[in-house]
């Protein structure tokens, strides 16, 4: 599937078109195509083959033409045109504060300045002041942004990213220097949806060793500092790496201080000091004799302050402290009481696998049932199927369970929720299917008043038991559509309908984070707010096209434990039985 390449070449297209001063309502289409194609969820090449580009909403004949020429050589003209035209370095200057593609072509034109360099330069001999439409203040503001841009070298990047590339560093770690324990602290530990950097503790007898290692392991672009605990890295992937090597009796502590959250760490060093005591990254310490009375493990020191041990996903004080000062901290649930997965696509719509090999990664994962929740005619876009194919799945999913009981797979299906609130298949043959999840895939840019009232209109539907990906939001990126969400949740309480923390996560590599498509819907808060405020139950769903993305659940599980959910709370931690149990009833019972 080459959607994301096409998609990433419409965005340096875009940002070229921009600083060559092209129309605006080009670079408005070529923006409008890179979220279209990203959002595709079928190959590109297939469309382009049976010449259907233009069936695809935004995307007219010319941005086609240009889809054509790149998937037949490798580039788009008018952008080779463009680069001959516009340095590539000019592109580097949009991410200075308060500079646009007016300010940069401007500053490109009369001074010449092509890259941050000659930026910095020229702002400094307070050359930039003088040019039409910047002035002194905005001189100023120009530096004040150099700074900031030197300061932070990396942006934060989604968990989907950040974990798996900590994990293959702790990995190598342990496979390569004389490392005792190994843990990954930070936002990571807390399964923060972005993260700004991975922070590592270690132990060791061999400190310098495995500085000397981290310096210089081959994802390695720059080494900010090395010295005998801790050294910083830069990844290829532009993600900071800080190391530390603390010792045996004060991992605990370092443990603690270094997940965080700040807000979190702050509190209980205030319950510390009331209770006479001392908190550092070392230990814990009495105020009085200066004496260690804590430090090797997170518990003794909890335990010490008079708290239960609290987990990193809650620490982000919003009640956990108070809540683990009364021993209400609830055991949280975890992925090994999940039990199915309930949204999954197979071959029959968008998805790359089949029903069957869906079926036997679920069996490695542990998994005693799984929902094939395929589309519905109505999104002929990501190849919904007819009664007719559904009826040939129906046949197929027979025949699997026969063979591979007790295992189980229901057939489900995604109905697009339209734009009247009404669904994209006949009422009458939703009882076909062991259970119907909604969503809104089409028609985005309704009001929320109406978006709202379309929602509750599914919530009402006797059929549909799963709201999935409720809110449309897309992480780093505007929401697709606005929701009232205390309003469809109250909906929702009166009509037992389930929702979605859906945690589709498709780009696995961090080239295609421009293009990437990830949700975490509901986020934490609402998940929180769904089950605290409203009592609902909710689903987690990987959403997964492929096999490899069913093993995704582990974010959806963080956003859970983010939203303080135990085991209860979810129906895909529900066994076979329970979960047969719950598809016999009605919603209402
Ligand atoms: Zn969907
Ligand atoms: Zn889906």
Redesign the pocket.
């Known amino acids: 599937m080459r959607n994301k390449d096409v998609a990433n070449k419409f965005y340096e297209l875009a940002e070229l078109a921009e600083l060559a001063n092209e129309n605006s309502f080009k670079v408005k289409a070529y923006l409008e195509a890179v979220r279209v194609i990203e959002n595709l969820l079928i190959p590109i090449e297939d469309l382009a083959k049976e010449n259907k580009l233009t069936d695809i909403k935004g995307v007219g004949k010319g941005i086609a033409e240009k889809i054509m020429q790149y998937l037949d050589k490798g580039t788009i003209d008018r952008l080779e045109e463009l680069k001959k035209e516009i340095p590539e370095s000019l592109l580097e200057l949009s991410r200075v504060p308060g500079l646009g593609a007016k300010r940069i072509k401007t500053l490109y034109t009369q001074l010449g300045i092509k890259n941050i360099e000659d930026l910095k330069r020229e702002a400094e001999k307070g050359n930039i002041r003088n040019l039409e439409g910047f002035g002194e203040k905005t001189e100023e503001k120009i530096l004040e942004g150099l700074n900031a841009l030197h300061d932070k070298k990396t942006d934060r990047v989604p968990i989907g990213i950040a974990l798996p590339i900590a994990e293959s560093i702790v990995s190598i770690l342990e496979e390569h220097t004389p490392v005792n324990k190994i843990l990954i602290a930070g936002s990571i530990r807390r399964m923060k949806e972005t993260i700004g950097d991975i922070d590592i503790l270690v132990t060791s007898n061999e400190p310098l060793d495995v500085m000397d290692f981290v310096a210089s392991m081959p994802v390695v672009k720059e080494v900010i500092v090395k010295g005998d605990t801790k050294t910083s890295i830069i990844t290829k992937e532009n993600l900071q790496v800080d190391v530390r090597v603390v010792e045996p009796d004060s991992f605990g502590a370092a443990a603690q201080y270094f997940t965080g959250s700040k807000q979190h760490n702050v509190k209980l060093r205030e319950i510390a000091i009331k209770k006479s005591f001392k908190l550092n990254e070392y230990g814990l310490f009495d105020l009085d004799s200066g004496r260690k009375v804590a430090g090797k493990t997170e518990e003794e020191i909890y335990d010490m302050l008079g708290l239960q041990w609290i987990p990193p996903e809650m620490r982000e004080d919003s009640g956990e402290i108070e809540a683990a000062q009364n021993s209400q901290i609830n055991k949280l649930i975890e992925l090994s009481d999940i039990k199915g997965d309930f949204?999954l696509h197979s071959t029959y719509s968008d998805g790359a696998n089949t029903i069957e090999e869906m079926t036997l990664k679920a069996q490695s994962m542990g998994y005693e049932y799984i929902v094939i929740s395929d589309?519905a005619i109505g999104l002929s876009v990501?190849k919904g199927l007819t009664m007719e194919r559904f009826k040939e799945q129906r046949e197929e999913i027979d025949r699997l369970n026969a063979k591979l009981k007790p295992f189980k797979i229901f057939q489900g299906v995604?109905l697009?929720i339209l734009s009247n609130g009404e669904v994209d298949f006949p009422l009458e043959d939703l009882k076909f299917f062991d259970i119907c999840l909604a969503?809104i895939?089409t028609g985005m840019e309704q009001s929320v008043e109406a978006i709202t009232e379309r929602i509750s209109k599914a919530i009402n539907n006797p059929y549909i038991k799963v709201i999935?990906?409720p809110t449309g939001r897309v992480m780093g990126s505007r929401d697709l559509y606005g929701v009232d969400i205390d309003q469809i949740f109250l909906k929702a309480r009166s009509a037992h309908t389930v929702f979605e923390i859906?945690c589709?996560m498709k780009s696995n590599n961090y080239k295609e984070i421009n293009a990437s498509f990830e949700k975490l819907d509901l986020n934490d808060v609402n998940a929180r707010k769904a089950k605290e405020k409203f009592g609902l139950l909710l689903e987690i769903g990987t959403?997964a096209h492929s096999t490899e993305s069913m093993s995704n659940m582990r974010y959806g599980v963080g956003v859970a434990r983010r939203a303080w959910l135990t085991k209860s709370d979810v129906i895909n931690a529900m066994n076979l039985e329970e979960f047969e149990n719950f598809l016999s009833k009605p919603k209402s019972q």
């Open positions: 949204h589309h990501a995604e697009n969503g895939h999935v990906h859906n589709l959403d």
